[in-house]
Each structure stands twice: as structure tokens, then as C-alpha cells.
């Protein structure tokens, strides 16, 4: 039974990751096309633009995959357990958002964080 945990454990970090890699790319996507949206006219450029980005593409790969490990996940394990654990991805959003995009957390948001990953551990634990 523990290598079953391990397993779930594993394919919900997978999802994480992938969401975490979408939304990267998304946000990226979106600081690359320095658009000022304040008419329809330019909103309507504005998605254009977005649908023509390979990496908002990519994004929306990431998304589907994780989407898929998702629902398979919700095969294997009780909702409660998994969709807890699946907050992993706002601690590795937060992560990410630091070390690939240069943004800045502040030390209230990092405690935050924390909290959020001693709840992970204490559901984990079981």
C-alpha cells in the first residue's frame, strides 16, 4: 500500500509541475506582447496575438497533460487527500515565479508558503 501512496504522491506532482510549466509559459506569453488593452478593437489584437504564440500553445499542452495525470489520479485516490496535496502547486508557482520570472515574495506571502507546506505534510502523514 505505501508504494501506492508514493505513486499518487508522485503523479500529483507530476501535475503540479505541469501546471506550474503552463502557467510559466502563459505568463511569459503575456509579459512578451507588451499590449495595453483599453479598447475592443485592441483586445480583439490582443487574442489574436495570444493565439498565434507557440508558447501559449505550449501552455495549454501542459495544462491538458496535467489535466489528464489528473483525472487519472481521481481514479486512485479519495478527493479529499488528493486535492489537498495538489496544493503543492501554489508553493511551486511561487518558486518558480522567483527563480525563472525574477518576481519578488514578500515575507508575509513566505510565510504563507510555509503554512501551506506544513498542510501538506500534516495531510500526507495521514
Known sequence: MIYGIFVIIGLIALTDACDTI?????????NTLDVHVDTIRKALRFVLRLVRSPLVWCGFLFSTVSLGVWLFVLTKA??????SLDSMRYVMIALASVVVLKEKVGAVRWLGILSVVIGIAMVAAG
Request: hydrophobic share 45%; aromatic share 14%.
Open 22 to 30: 503552463s502557467q510559466l509559459l502563459l505568463k511569459h506569453s503575456i
Open 78 to 83: 479519495p478527493l479529499n487527500f488528493a486535492y
